[in-house]
């Protein structure tokens, strides 16, 4: 029609999918600077990944208030998508400040590794801003090859590799499952688009391609269940969390559920209001057995790394609460939904930011009863790893506290009372194996030995790694007392 | 000059809550080797909230209605806000917690068994909660501090000193946890429903009975674990054994009280005619109580576990006096409250000063006290004898109120109630009686006598239970209006019928009860 409209249309697209160019940008210059920087430990690599971050969510901060105002087939850069975004840069960012100390401690800086960061981080982006079926499969593809190769970055560990190995077979299924039931959605209703399929639900539930279609979709939820690590979908998650380079894992447990939630999200959104009951209830089964199970199965891990493993399961259980509900509440129940992302985030960064800081490599059993004594030898550390604990456990005045109260609060506002109830329980169950380690800390005299001193010969202490405890421990602290400005960033990112 | 008193007088309450988290930051910044410090800054501290408390409830009128109010907006998207006020009960349950914990700072005074510091820190806390939840009239901010007053509970059990002590303090976080999870999601749905975390404002929100019922239910398991409900009172058994005596005389003291207020402030106002669905089930679980506990007063042989005991009874008598919805009985059950309360910080605070073991005593270790430490043994007996509910002690006001009211409505329980009570009379009289007078142990040297700053302090214990029992008149009058409150609300029951045929929608059904 005319140029000037369609150049402003053009401009537009490209400020609204900005953050996200950034972080492929960041993710090449990354690439070719390691691949022509002299020494490995290059201090560029992560200074470049760190920048590329920081501007992605400057430039997400920045498009946040005006987004959605343009999209392309298949993809749209919405409120929901940005804000997403934003809470999947924080751990991503967390993991670039503590990874230089981490590697420099086992001298296994090799280069690649804050380039395959961006990538993962660019691949959540893209996931969260995803409506149809395939571009969904792309964006998660996109994500998980980045964290394959980050999960066997310490490939000399036969852990690091097991967990790979595990997590790529898994994905590999879940993928596969994933384009099955896509292609029997495809076949029954004729479109992969999201919407087209919320539109077309009643009238494929009551025709002849009914069996094919709900097949095709508890295929296609099976796929994204798994990244989510639902339960019975979450059998990788321990090895893999416990076999990565510890920040490798922060980003599993927490930007990638968070992506993969958000697009799961949208998923049940399209799908929750027709599915009625069968979906309802579906949910809330899938929710209730992550919470409870992943809690559960928590109190006898003796392994630091696999208790966390176990509690991030058991807080996915947490974050598909929102699911079931959609139909009736769906706008708040996405606002606790990205509440409590932002809760879990966070606390989960400082605590992983902790137990790099202790020292754990992968694979390690370093038991719980290693932490005997901590607190007597290193009190801000145990401080800070408590602080990140109980606000996993959801104690005030945290953040972990607030997020779970509001998504209670919305839960049984939405009528799902028992749901409400089971969180209750799971919380209880949860809060038990998280006071393990801090019993240990604070309350038991320190262990003599051979593991107490392996434990002290690896410690980091890097301005960086305090940094990112004070930084989120101030955030759990601060928006625990004061959730009001989240509370508005979250009310006006939900659909 | 003038414009200074009026801030500090609309503040006071958050100044009293307040009060003991500075303390415990001033303890926590003290260097770690000032272990004499941190108890002296802890006392002054627990003092200065004393002295707060003492102020608010001098201030206090009595007039049923929620006085001293302080309002900040908070969350305001969510209609919560940091609100707090006091009426006659909580301005009484206020001074009760704050000379709870200036006493059990000196019971355990010289009790250097575990890191001096850190308890003191936990103390303080723990105070501020305490404090802070009776004062809510917010139920987010009621939760917060029902939290940090848990959180910090369980750390000072934790910090017992015996290996028993880790596993008390973990059975104690679970039993909390449950009694939290049970509160919160209960309390989320009310608030959810009412559309405001403001309390006052459920009680003019009309929930269906089938809502109320689930909403009792929930909240009458967060508050029946802390009472403890009979049968759910295993955790302060394992709490209080393995504890200093500090805690004990918190756990004893203090925190069952939560419980009971619970009930007094939230749940039964909240949910009438839960209230008289469940009826029988309040009564017969506070009569078993009762009488629960004075048997295992007469099975108890050390100390800790009879005062544990004598616990259990009187807060199923509390119960009692609750559940019978009848002004008398509520007004006793809350004045029996404080002088439990102080009656058992008096005779912690003894039995820790004349063993050198911190309260750890048999009762017969006090075997003829009366001849080697006539003070100790006269001191002794009245506590003992307060606690019984002897007329002309603290005990007899409330206990009497309570079952001469609780008579009007449920008699049957009433003389139930009025059994378990003199069976505990009788339990602690045989008890102490037999253990003042009888012949002296073996070990003549393991008995202290009280003498210094430890007798002045029993001294003005013993005061205080004296005077709560000749002069009952003043606490009664600062409560009496607020349990007349609470058995109004409690006593509507509403009940929502389902429509007539040709009728649209429900009506709404309101009867007064059946006497006045």
Known sequence: MNDSFESTALAMLLESFSPLLVLLVAAVVALMVSAFARRENSRLEPAIALAGILIAMFLGWYVWPRAGAVSVPAMAMDRLALAGLLIACVPSLMVVLISP????????????????????????????????????????????????????????????????????????????????????????????????????????????????????????????????????????????????????????????????????????????????????????????????????????????????????????????????????????????LLMYLIAYCVSMAGAYAALVSLGLTPGEPVDVRHLSGLAKRRPW??????????????????????????????????????????????????????????????LREAVSGRRAGSLRSLQVHRGEILAVMLIMALAVVFFGLLPGNLLAFVYSSAL | MNALMEYILTHLVSGAVLLPLVGAAIVFALPARAARGSRAVALAFCLASLATSLIILFRVQGTGEIELIDVLPWISSLGISYRVGVDGVSALMLSLV???????????????????????????????????????????????????????????????GERSAIKAA?????????????????????????????????????????????????????????????GLHVWLRDSVMDSKAGTTMML???????????????????????????????????????????????????????IT?????????????????????????????????????????????????????????????????????????????ALAGMPGLAGFAGESLLLMGSFQTRTAYSVAGLSAAALLACALAIKVAGSLFGEAADDEGRLKGVHGWRLATLAVIATVVVGMGVWPGWLAGKVWRSSQAFVKLSKRVEMIVPAAAGEAGSSVVRSDGDDA
């Open chain 1, 101 to 336: 100390a981490y590697f420099a401690a086992r001298n296994a800086a090799r280069p690649g590794f804050y380039s395959l960061v961006l990538l993962a981080t660019f691949g959540m982006g893209t996931l969260m801003a995803c409506r149809d079926l395939i571009s969904i499969l792309l964006a998660l593809m996109l994500m998980s090859m980045a964290l394959y190769a980050l999960v066997a970055f310490l490939r000399g560990r036969p852990q690091s590799v097991e967990g790979a190995l595990k997590f790529f077979i898994m994905s590999a299924f879940a993928a596969a499952f994933y384009c099955m039931g896509m292609a029997f959605i495809f076949g029954s209703l004729g479109s992969t688009d999201l919407s087209t399929i919320a539109h077309r639900f009643d009238y494929v539930l009551s025709g002849e391609g009914r069996s094919v279609f709900l097949f095709g979709l508890a295929m296609v939820s099976s796929g994204l269940a798994l990244m989510v690590t639902a339960v019975p979908f979450h059998a990788w998650a321990p090895d893999t969390l416990d076999g990565s380079p510890t920040p490798v894992a922060l980003l599993i447990a927490t930007s990638a559920k968070a992506a993969t939630l958000v697009a799961f999200l949208r998923l049940a959104m399209s799908i929750a209001a027709p599915g009625g009951v069968l979906w309802h209830h579906l949910a809330w089964g899938i929710s209730a057995a992550t919470m409870l199970w992943g809690a559960l199965a928590s109190l006898g891990q003796s392994s630091l790394k696999r208790l966390l493993a176990y509690i991030s399961i058991s807080n996915a259980g947490f974050l598909m609460m929102a699911l079931p509900s959609l139909a009736i509440a769906g706008e708040g129940m996405t606002r606790a």
């Open chain 2, 98 to 160: 704050s000379f709870t914990a200036a006493s059990s700072v000196l019971a355990s005074w010289n009790d250097g068994r575990a890191g001096g510091k850190a308890y003191h820190v936990a103390l303080l806390t723990g105070l501020c909660g305490l404090t802070g939840l009776f004062v809510s009239i917010d139920a987010f901010l009621f939760m917060v501090f029902w939290c940090v007053a848990m959180a910090s509970f369980c750390a000072m059990i934790g910090m017992g």
């Open chain 2, 170 to 230: 973990l059975a104690f976080a679970i039993f909390a946890a449950i009694s939290g999870a049970a509160m919160f999601v209960s309390m989320a749905y009310a608030a959810k429903s009412a559309g405001s975390f403001d309390i006052l404002r459920w009680f003019s929100h009309r929930y269906g009975v089938n809502e109320q019922i689930w909403l009792f239910g929930g909240l009458a398991l967060a508050f029946g674990i802390i009472l403890p409900l009979a």
């Open chain 1, 381 to 442: 550390l145990s401080a800070g790893l408590t602080l990140f604990l109980l606000s996993l456990a959801g104690l005030p005045p945290t953040l972990g506290f607030f997020g779970k109260y509001y998504l209670i609060y919305e839960a049984a506002g939405a009528g799902d009372i028992s749901l409400a109830a089971v969180a209750g329980l799971a919380s209880v169950i949860s809060l038990v194996s998280l006071l393990k380690p801090v019993s240990a800390m604070y």
């Open chain 2, 252 to 306: 004893l003291g203090a925190v069952v009280k939560v419980g009971a207020y619970g009930f007094f402030r939230i749940a039964m106002p909240l949910a009438p005619a839960a209230v008289s669905y469940f009826s029988t089930a309040i009564l017969v679980f506070a009569v078993a109580g009762a009488l629960y506990g004075a048997m295992l007063v007469i099975a108890g042989r050390d100390f800790k576990s009879v």
């Open chain 2, 309 to 385: 005991a004598i616990t259990i009874s009187q807060m199923g008598l509390v119960l009692l006096g609750l559940a019978s919805l009848q002004d008398y009985a509520a007004a006793g059950a809350v004045l029996l409250m404080a002088a439990h309360g102080v009656a058992l910080c008096g005779i912690v605070l003894l039995a820790g000063s004349l063993s050198s073991e911190a309260g750890d005593v048999a009762f017969r270790d006090f075997s003829g006290l009366a001849g080697r430490a006539p003070i100790a043994a006269f001191l002794m007996a009245l506590f003992s004898l």
